[in-house]
């Protein structure tokens, strides 16, 4: 109550300055009219009668144009228009009252053209001046000795909010545009480019390093933060530009996190077209609790989708992603049901009940190391769920169906990625049996997945380490959960039915170069504060992963993160025999069984299983020579 009565009353303190400002330019625009000389006495008696006219109608245009939302702390540009606004408008309709009343008698006409003018300066310059004093005040603020990268739109308001109030005090630009060397930001000079770094720090006394260069791919992010772990002074950054316009974060300085040097580049979305394929249609998405689905549901919720339907087999994380948008999304209607997509029941019931027109199919198992030794639970679901949840979509006429897949489906080498593969092959048969639309989407490593490595090696770090690494050669392919599931809807939009999408991943990252970022950007020193030790391929683990197959040839679509992979095609019949005898054997319990009939549906992981076994052998046999 106290707060809004002191901002009245400051409020009303301005706008007693303003009008007695409107009174001197009214009559100082009779003495300009007279060349600063004195004013008749008859010419002062005809402005002094109008005066309370001039105060009326400014008093009123001054409240009209809102000259009293802003504050003077932040006066700009907009104040200046709101202003010139008022003036010029004050001015007209003075001038049609008086020559309504007196057709201007006594007023002379160049008076009133001055009038504006002079009034437009009494006003906006008191507010520029204040702004000026106040901003000179931050800049000689005490404050950590900031220097900037990036003297673009970003850095400059950057410089602008760090000069208002912050505990930086900027004091340097640097921008590897060679034009932009030597010219001010702001009174804040740009010194060179990111390169020079380094003796910047050493040469002005430098205490942090603010990046302000939203549009940075992950490749010039890394180079950045290269250059800033050698300088040996803290760093911060801006969001990236996909960050703020998905709404993942706001235009607030944060440390720079592992996202930002793996997956920054930005993705260009249709939005119009998903808009147009998801708006006003009933989704469901299975799975919807995981790392893939809960932001796949948050994705989509933003698209005035009609109902959003959740099947999620894990209690906790539908009660997790339920609570998590309804306070994103009040007015999205939600249903979330508790669902397993290998229990037929409630597969078909849940689809009969809500008649999504489309279906996400997210629910998967995914951790390699435990599969490979839990063949049946793994087939279960990724291949007998995948194929229940497809054929009840085509039961009830469902418009489209979506397989989110993985990499490792590509020359699987573990039970994982085999079962993945064997999803796809179905999927893909099933596609022209009836009027639903199969599509395949196919991506590598997300960030920050439950049960990934990047939460791991964040567990190991704050533990001390060790920090574990399967191989010193590893590479994986990675792109952030938000990235993955907004061309996951960008590949549902442009899928006519039968394709497999392949995202563009971008280049492989070794997981040792991920290890020791993880560990400079939190503060230590890999092979000093915290150690990297290198364990051993686990079961089923690659050295490389690919994208495509052989055979697959791929070939661009209209979108450029989008590429198009031709598989080979199973017959439906097939693809259903093989599903009828997958399923017998796992009610039998006959593993043997179980892995022989994949690798009949998967032929490729039956080679790769035999180049391993040969490989095997081989290493057994020189093992016992050496001993021999």
């Known amino acids: 109550m106290q707060g809004m009565l002191s901002k009245i009353r400051v409020r009303t303190v301005i706008f007693i300055h303003d009008l007695f400002w409107a009174a001197i330019a009214w009559m100082g625009a009779y003495w ?45 540009v907009p104040d200046v228009v709101r202003i010139a606004k008022a003036s010029f408008l004050g001015t007209a309709t003075i001038a049609v009252i008086l020559f309504s009343v007196n057709r201007l008698e006594g007023v002379p006409r160049t008076a009133i053209l001055l009038y504006p003018f002079l009034l437009l300066f009494l006003l906006s310059a008191p507010r520029l001046i204040y702004r000026i004093w106040k901003d000179r005040g931050a800049v000689l603020s005490a404050g950590r000795r900031a220097l900037i990268v ?11 909010d760090l000069r208002r109030a912050s505990e930086f005090a900027p004091i340097a630009f ?23 770094i380094p003796r910047l720090v050493e040469k002005l006394g430098v205490e942090i390093v603010l990046i302000a260069v939203p549009s940075a791919t992950d490749k010039e992010m890394r180079r950045i933060v290269e250059i800033c772990e050698g300088a040996g002074v803290p760093f911060q950054t801006l969001p990236s530009m996909s960050e703020i ?22 993705i260009k979305l249709d939005r119009k077209g998903i808009q147009a394929h998801l708006g006003g249609k009933r989704v469901l998405v299975t799975g919807g609790g995981g790392s893939i689905g809960s932001e796949l549901c948050k994705q989509i919720a933003r698209f005035s989708v009609a109902e959003l339907i959740v099947f999620e087999r894990s ?30 029941a409630d597969v078909e ?50 418009d489209e169906f979506v397989l989110i897949s993985t990499d490792k489906a590509v020359a699987p080498e573990n039970v994982m990625g085999a079962t993945k593969r064997a999803a796809e092959v179905l999927v893909q048969s099933m596609n022209g049996i009836a009027g639903t639309r199969f599509i395949n989407v196919r991506f590598g490593n997300v960030l920050d997945s439950a049960g990934s490595v990047v939460p791991l090696f964040r567990e190991q770090i704050r533990a001390g380490g060790p920090v574990t690494v399967t191989h010193p050669d590893v590479t994986r392919y990675f792109m952030t959960i938000p990235e993955a599931c907004q061309l996951i809807m960008q590949a549902a939009t442009i899928g006519r039915g039968g394709e497999v999408f392949v995202l563009d991943m971008g280049d492989p990252v070794k997981i040792s170069y991920l290890a020791e970022q993880m560990i400079r950007l939190s503060g230590k020193r890999p ?68 892995l022989h009939k994949l690798k009949l549906l998967v032929p490729e ?6 180049v391993d076994e040969c490989e095997e052998k081989d290493r057994s046999i020189i093992q016992r020579s050496l001993v021999l």
């Open 605 to 610: 992981y039956a080679q790769q299983a035999a």
């Open 174 to 196: 640097v921008d590897d545009d060679p034009k932009k060397k030597g010219s001010e930001i702001h009174g804040v000079r740009v010194r060179g480019r990111c390169e020079q």
């Open 32 to 76: 300009l009219r007279l060349n600063l000389s004195e004013v008749p006495e008859m010419a002062w008696t005809a402005s002094l009668r109008w005066l309370p006219v001039v105060i009326v109608v400014q008093a009123v245009l001054f409240r009209r144009f809102g000259l009293y939302r802003g504050i003077w702390r932040f006066a700009s």
């Open 245 to 266: 316009l998905s709404g993942q974060a706001s235009g607030d300085l944060r440390d720079v996190s592992i996202e930002d040097l793996l997956g920054r580049a930005p």
């Open 349 to 398: 019931q849940a689809i009969s009940r809500f008649r999504p027109e489309i279906i996400f199919h997210a629910a998967a198992y995914k951790h390699v190391p435990l599969l490979e030794y839990q063949v049946r639970q793994a087939v279960r679901n990724n291949v007998l769920g995948t194929y229940t949840v497809a054929e009840a979509a085509i039961a009830a006429e469902v």
């Open 527 to 594: 092979g000093q504060d915290v150690r990297i030790e290198y364990i051993g391929l686990r079961p089923g683990e690659k050295i490389n992963e690919e994208l495509f197959n052989e055979h697959e040839s791929p070939t661009p679509t209209q979108h450029s993160k989008l590429l198009l992979a031709h598989p080979l095609t199973v017959d439906p019949r097939m693809a259903r025999k093989a599903v009828i005898e997958l399923a017998e054997a796992c009610r039998s319990f006959d593993e043997s069984a179980i």
């Open 150 to 160: 990036g003297a673009g739109r970003a850095g400059e308001m950057l410089v602008r």
């Open 315 to 344: 209690e906790f994380n539908l009660y997790q992603i339920e609570r998590a948008l309804k306070r994103s999304f009040p007015g999205l209607r939600l249903s979330a049901i508790l669902g397993d997509v290998t229990d037929q």
